[in-house]
């Protein structure tokens, strides 16, 4: 069994890639360009989100499009200057809206969604860290009733799919959730979701465990993957320096795709920017992450402060953060919670990496026998890591499980 792996990527699904291959006994570096916790797990709102399975090319996104161009403070934004690059995913994207292509995108996502708190649960266990886990749900708000009902078909398609919503009045989520306005008309609590302790330290102990286990982290930026023939050899650094490798795991988020177009395989994935802004003493506490539906944000009580985070903004993959996306959450948040004080607080930008079809990529890479690649969680990063590094060391080490993976293959673009 060839034995030295290197996984390019040490955000939280490069960790826990390298945790899972850890155990099952292989020899593991990750080489990462940033300190551990910065990806964009960094700036997320942390949930592990059992139903959130329908996929963003729903019905009505589309029509919608064209007026988020122009509206800088919806919930979701294209940035015009990116609007071409962007066109051949969109293409691809909206041969995603079909109501059985919703259907079948939905089962395919809640076949790993549904494992997921079985596989953390067995992960963090396994290494003392199963408190990095919160015990409540999390709780999603609606102004009226007019955006429950709009909402109710999604839901119904997560109750098909064996999760649970469970409907609950507005006033009633403020009895759960004292700091919260009472007058929002209706709530559902996503009873089999979860959320993080932190979205920094989750991602940091997972990597401080690793290196406890014997696993190394090299910081640089790599520029490229090197092969002869089938065979990747390693990966050569920013710098000149190579490093030797048997197997190579691609994990680097949205940026895989710069990566893998060397090697023949164009991955359709677009960084698609999300914000967040932390505050430490924010004057309210909350046990549970809340939802906002209508501003399409999340408000997690993480142990390092309050956390609002959100949005979805298309842009080029170096496009600069345009904060204004963070300060829109944050006005909106006083809706939610009146009493939230609003000073000193951090903003965070994070670029999920997210497939025309919401699906991830967990695969070999087609015409190479040793490089595989996991990314393209899209919003579900944070969920799905666990479950993701599992199926990798089934993969990596030729004992697949009985899960059937087509959907997830890396040639389907
Ligand atoms: C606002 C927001 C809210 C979210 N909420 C949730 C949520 O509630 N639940 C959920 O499940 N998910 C959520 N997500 C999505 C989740 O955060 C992402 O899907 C996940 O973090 C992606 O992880 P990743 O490891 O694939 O990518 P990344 O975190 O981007 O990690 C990739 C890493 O590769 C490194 N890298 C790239 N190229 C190179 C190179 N050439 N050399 C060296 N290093 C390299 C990068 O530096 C980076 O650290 C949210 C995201 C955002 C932004």
Redesign the pocket.
């Known amino acids: 069994m060839p034995k030295n792996i290197v996984v390019?990527?040490?955000?939280?699904?490069?960790v826990c890639c390298a945790l899972q291959l850890q155990r099952a006994g292989y020899t593991v570096r990750i080489?990462?360009?940033?300190p551990p916790g910065?990806?964009?797990?960094q700036?997320?709102?942390?949930?592990?989100?059992a139903s959130?399975v329908i996929p963003l090319s729903k019905p009505g996104l589309l029509r919608k499009a064209p007026g988020w161009l122009f509206d800088p403070s919806g919930p979701l934004t294209i940035r015009q200057s990116s609007l071409m690059g962007l066109l051949p995913w969109f293409l691809r994207f909206a041969g995603n809206t079909r109501p059985s292509r919703i259907s079948q995108i939905s089962h395919d996502l809640s076949r790993l969604t549904s494992r997921a708190m079985v596989d953390y649960r067995e992960l963090l266990g396994q290494f003392g860290l199963s408190d990095l886990i919160q015990t409540n749900p999390v709780i999603e708000l609606y102004e009226t009733e007019k955006d429950f009902d709009r909402a109710r078909p999604d839901h119904e398609m997560r109750r098909a799919l064996g999760f649970q919503v469970d409907e609950i009045s507005g006033l009633q989520a403020a009895e759960r959730e004292p700091e919260i306005a009472k007058d929002f008309a209706k709530a559902v609590v996503f009873s089999d979701w979860r959320s993080i302790v932190d979205s920094e330290r989750f991602v940091t102990a997972m990597t401080d465990a690793f290196v406890s286990g014997g696993g190394s982290i090299t910081m640089?930026?790599?520029?490229h993957i090197l092969f002869e023939g089938s065979m990747a050899t390693g990966i050569s650094l920013a710098g000149g320096e190579k490093i030797e490798a048997d197997i190579v795991i691609l994990?680097?988020?949205?940026?895989?795709k710069?990566?893998t177009a060397p090697l023949g395989s164009k991955l359709r994935i677009e960084g698609v920017?999300?914000?967040?802004t932390l505050f430490a003493d924010p004057g309210v506490s909350l046990a549970h992450g809340v939802i906002y539906a209508k501003g399409g944000f999340?408000i997690t009580p993480y142990e390092s402060g309050l956390a609002i985070?959100?949005?979805i903004e298309f842009a080029n993959l170096d496009a600069e953060p345009d904060w204004r996306r963070a300060d829109i959450l944050v006005k909106k948040s006083r809706r939610i919670l009146p009493k939230l004080q609003t000073t000193n607080g951090i903003r965070r930008?994070?670029?999920?990496?997210l497939t025309p079809d919401t699906l991830p990529i967990i695969d070999r890479l087609p015409n190479f026998e040793n490089i595989f690649v996991?990314?393209g969680?899209?919003?579900?990063?944070?969920?799905?890591?666990a479950t993701t590094g599992k199926l990798i060391a089934d993969l990596v080490s030729g004992h697949p499980g009985d899960m059937d993976m087509a959907a997830y293959r890396a040639s389907r673009f």
């Open positions: 390019l990527g040490g955000g939280i699904v490069g080489v990462e360009r940033n910065e990806g964009a797990a700036a997320s709102c942390g949930y592990i989100a959130e640089a930026e790599a520029s994990c680097a988020g949205a940026w895989t710069q990566l920017c999300g914000y967040q999340g985070s959100g949005t930008m994070g670029r999920r990496p996991a990314t969680h899209g919003q579900l990063g944070v969920t799905l890591a």
